[in-house]
């Protein structure tokens, strides 16, 4: 006798291609649908046409975790599929460079000792519970520490210790790993304690791709705890518009009806969202969802990610080709991260020039025209009788018209 794609659903776990077109993720619970995720390329044969042929190397340089709901997302054919590229390994990723380091932003100089904690700016702090995370991403940054068996109750505790001891910190982000791999009860217990224990801590925040991954994560007990404990802020990370479902902005929506503030934050990956119609694209469907794009960050370099990099000169133009373009609250700031742990420092193309010599402003808008602002020059002469203030200058007559 044969089953049809949905009686197979409530025993298979793994989905061939005609079970995974009638599954929903909202017929089950999240961990359920966490439980049927593929954990290697082979299993999604048949699933997905045209996979690459991969080298051992590429195979066990990292974790592959791919839940339904993203598999769902890709494209059947295309091996280009924006999202594929971000989740699938490619054999680029053994041609490594010797200035790829494993931990390039110098994070593991900033834990200290015993904890999970990333203390790297003057008042705020990375707490990184939870190793893991619901899919990975290929260009992952702390690809070093992720997938690992686990934080210990020890290094959270010690963490914990840690920020009650350091009143200064007033921000606590969680990451990992992905905190909302946790249950809704270890993550209060967790945030209770914050919440309790530290009352210096006046902003406390939550970065997750979960959401993304698996839009169920967000219900209706975790909106509760996460407004109970006054977590104000969870950035998310959807890389292009071809991420963004009618699923997730609903759930997005139960967040924002909690209080919480919601912020995007994108990676520039060559191939996937290097072109500026895909950017304006996403920043407005984020804004639409209520979601404020919050930073685009160049990617940070890790060994196996540097056929994604994004050079400086294709950023700016970027921005550039945003700014002025879609609405402003739409527009992130653009970083980048420095190496050796220098922290965010954003980047942007130069729209206001000073030339100290001869004292002049030239301001360039995002269609190219300029005019000058020779006032806004340190030490200007406000009784000067050429104020150079040129193309939209209107001489002000003191007339009323
Ligand atoms: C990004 C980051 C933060 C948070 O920075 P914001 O600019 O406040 O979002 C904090 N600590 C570390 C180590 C970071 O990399």
Redesign the pocket.
Known sequence: MTTTPMQDLRTKRMLTRDHLLAYSTESESWLAALGRRYTSVEQLQGVLNNLPTLSADVVERFDFKLTPYLAQLMDENDPNCPIRLQYLPSNSEVDYKPYELGDS?A?DH?MPEGTVI?H??PQ???FLVQPTCGAYCRYCTRARFVAHAAVHQSEIEASIQYLKAHTEVA?V?LSGGDPLLLTNDKLDALLSRIRTECPHVRFLRIGSRLPVQLPTRIDAGLCELLERNNVQMVNIHINHPKEITPLLASRLKMLRKAGVMLGNQVVLLKGVNDDALVLRELFMQCIEMGVRPYYVYSMDLVPGNSHFVVDLARMKELYHQVRGWISGPAVPTFVI?GMAGL??MPIMPEYIAYDDMLGVVTATNFEGRTSRMDFLAPGFDWNTTNPNCQEDFIPHTGAKT
Request: proline share 0%; aromatic share 8%.
């Open positions: 932003l994070e900033h990333v790297r700016y705020r702090v990375l921000d982000l991260d922290g965010k």
